[in-house]
């Protein structure tokens, strides 16, 4: 294997930047965007003759039974990305075994199919809760992909192993582990998706910065122009009377720039 290709199937709202804004009991009432974004890549990955990995979530698999079939139909490998969306690091031992419990069965009960491979939300397999990959390996899984080998906030390992390795686990069970991508660069990890990294700042030495400020010195020396009209048009947030939507956006936005409307003719182009 040269390369692997894999995506989280969730919603919108379960990752973890709106969980403080987000709650659980509400996820059900919020707009569904799940099967419309996955029907996307499937068309991409038709187009482009290409397999990959999907890590569904339990909660997404339980309301979408009839996206979950058409990812197995079109040749693509189902895993599991637990129930509930919660960080292992804030459950015990027993509440993970029983989320993971859960999402699988309902995976491999909608699809017809097995599932071998798990990847934890938020990448939570971290030195604290290595004990994770035992509970995987008694109930069946043959791989995981949830060791970020960087230097992180939330989650990684940094020095665990970049590419491809077998792993003994606390209690010497062995499991492959897929750890995410990496560049290395002397002796820093860099995610090449980066994907929770703030934007550079605005005031970073490199060609954006230059960039910026030519463009402010050309419009700084040319003659001023009459102001045009503003048109403001109001955001339509999902309903959600506890959420404050604005906030939770603006905080997604720094953590995690979006490019999603050049994510799509990029696709194609390769």
């Not at 799509?264 to 182009?269: D, E, H, I, N, T």
Request: charged content about 25%; overall charge positive; glycine content about 6%.
């Amino acid at each position: 294997m040269n390369n692997a290709l894999s995506f989280d199937i969730e919603e919108y709202f379960h990752a973890e930047v709106f969980s403080g804004v987000v709650r659980r009991e509400e996820w059900s009432a919020l707009e569904s965007r799940v099967a419309r974004t996955t029907e996307l890549l499937l068309e991409l990955l038709d187009e482009a003759a290409t397999a990959a990995t999907f890590f569904v979530l339990g909660w997404v698999a339980e309301r979408q039974r009839g996206l979950i079939r058409r990812i197995a139909e079109g040749g693509h490998e189902l895993a599991c990305h637990g129930y509930g969306h919660q960080m292992i690091t804030r459950l015990s031992r027993s509440e993970f075994a029983s989320d993971v419990e859960r999402a699988k069965g309902l995976i491999e009960e909608t699809a017809g199919v097995g599932v071998v491979g798990y990847r934890a939300p938020t990448f939570s397999v971290v030195r604290e809760t290595l004990w994770s990959l035992d509970v995987l390996a008694d109930q069946g899984f043959q791989y995981d992909s949830s060791i970020f080998p960087i230097v992180h906030d939330r989650y990684g390992i940094p020095d665990a192993p970049r590419f491809p390795h077998r792993r003994t686990t606390p209690s010497g069970a062995e499991m492959a582990e897929f750890p995410m991508s990496t560049v290395a660069r002397g002796r820093w990890r860099i995610p090449p998706f980066a994907p929770t990294a703030p934007p550079p700042p605005p005031c970073s030495h490199g060609r954006s910065s230059r960039r910026r400020t030519s463009t402010c010195r050309r419009r700084a020396s040319s003659p001023r122009k009459p102001p045009r009209p503003i048109r403001r048009t109001p955001r339509r947030w999902p309903a959600s009377p506890s959420c404050d939507w604005p906030k939770a956006i603006t905080t997604a936005r720094a953590r995690r720039p979006s490019r999603r409307s050049r994510a799509s003719p990029r696709m194609r182009a390769r």
